[in-house]
């Protein structure tokens, strides 16, 4: 997504988009005041006791995709802070892209529940949103951590986080500006997110699925957001 806006047409199904530097990748996710206000003053979400690393915690590049998960912070009082998260790109093309599988392979080969627990990190793909929440013809990752890799990520002190940002009051401007009708001024103030270099193959190869706007069809996150 650029300020020229919106991407071209031709996205392949699967692809990462993402607002990265050589340093760092941002991935957002929305949390409960209790959760979010010291994970942001304090780079750190293992300080807060309301974090919960006994679940699965769920990341996601996309701006819009976050908007549209939590209604632009207005959806619940659990979503009602939006945190982008900077993470050390070694950490997260080793930790997270490296060790990820898809959510149906692993039902696939596990064939239980319980099996489906075995990995610490899984991807599933939905569609992904505009500035407005429709959907797009292409696919936004969703990334889910869990087990000693949320652990890593949550603790501050472990390099895999750069930086967090409280971005609740950009949510909330766009989103005052598209009620207002005013969505090329909305598309303005969106961050410049491009293709990120690595993704890798095993993550790409899920079975085609129509692109459709009815939730009911989306694979629902299991959830801490």
Same mark, same amino acid.
């Given at each position: 997504?650029?300020?020229?806006? @919106?991407?071209?047409?031709?996205?392949?199904?699967?692809?990462?988009?993402?607002?990265?530097?050589? &340093?760092f990748?941002?991935?957002?996710?929305?949390y409960? /005041?209790?959760?979010?206000?010291?994970?942001?003053? @304090?780079?750190?979400?293992?300080?807060?006791?309301d974090?919960?690393?006994? /679940?699965?915690?769920?990341?996601?590049?996309?701006?819009?995709?976050?908007?549209? /998960?939590? +209604?632009?912070?207005?959806?619940?009082?659990?979503?009602?802070?939006?945190?982008?998260?900077?993470?050390?790109? !070694?950490?997260?093309?080793?930790?997270?892209?490296?060790?990820?599988?898809?959510?149906?392979?692993?039902?696939?080969? +596990? +064939?239980s529940?319980?099996?489906?627990?075995? &990995?610490?990190?899984i991807?599933?793909?939905?569609?992904?949103?505009?500035?407005?929440?429709?959907?797009k013809?292409?696919?936004?990752?969703?990334? +889910?951590? /869990?087990? *000693?890799?949320?652990? *890593?990520?949550?603790?501050?002190?472990?390099?895999?986080?750069?930086?967090?940002?409280?971005?609740?009051?950009?949510?909330? !401007?766009?989103?005052?500006?598209?009620?207002?009708?005013?969505v090329?001024?909305?598309? !303005?103030?969106?961050?410049?997110?491009?293709?990120?270099?690595?993704?890798?193959?095993?993550?790409?190869?899920?079975?085609?699925?129509?692109?459709?706007?009815?939730?009911?069809t989306r694979? !629902?996150?299991?959830?801490?957001?």
């Open positions: 997504i650029n300020n020229d806006n @919106q991407i071209s047409d031709e996205i392949p199904l699967f692809q990462i988009r993402a607002h990265f530097t050589e &340093k990748i941002r991935v957002y996710q929305a409960n /005041r209790k959760i979010a206000l010291p994970a942001a003053r @304090q780079k750190d979400f293992s300080i807060g006791p974090f919960r690393l006994n /679940r699965t915690t769920w990341i996601k590049p996309s701006f819009c995709w976050m908007a549209y /998960r939590a +209604g632009y912070g207005f959806k619940d009082e659990n979503q009602e802070r939006i945190l982008a998260i900077d993470l050390d790109r !070694e950490w997260f093309d080793a930790r997270i892209l490296g060790e990820a599988v898809l959510v149906h392979r692993q039902k696939k080969r +596990g +064939g529940q319980d099996d489906n627990r075995i &990995k610490d990190v991807v599933q793909w939905d569609p992904e949103r505009d500035v407005t929440l429709s959907p013809p292409y696919r936004s990752i969703q990334i +889910g951590i /869990r087990g *000693a890799t949320v652990k *890593a990520y949550a603790n501050g002190g472990s390099g895999a986080i750069v930086n967090i940002q409280d971005m609740t009051e950009v949510f909330h !401007e766009i989103h005052g500006l598209i009620e207002s009708g005013k090329e001024e909305a598309m !303005e103030l969106l961050p410049i997110e491009t293709e990120y270099p690595f993704l890798p193959d095993s993550l790409v190869e899920a079975p085609p699925q129509r692109i459709v706007s009815n939730d009911s694979v !629902e996150e299991a959830k801490q957001s």
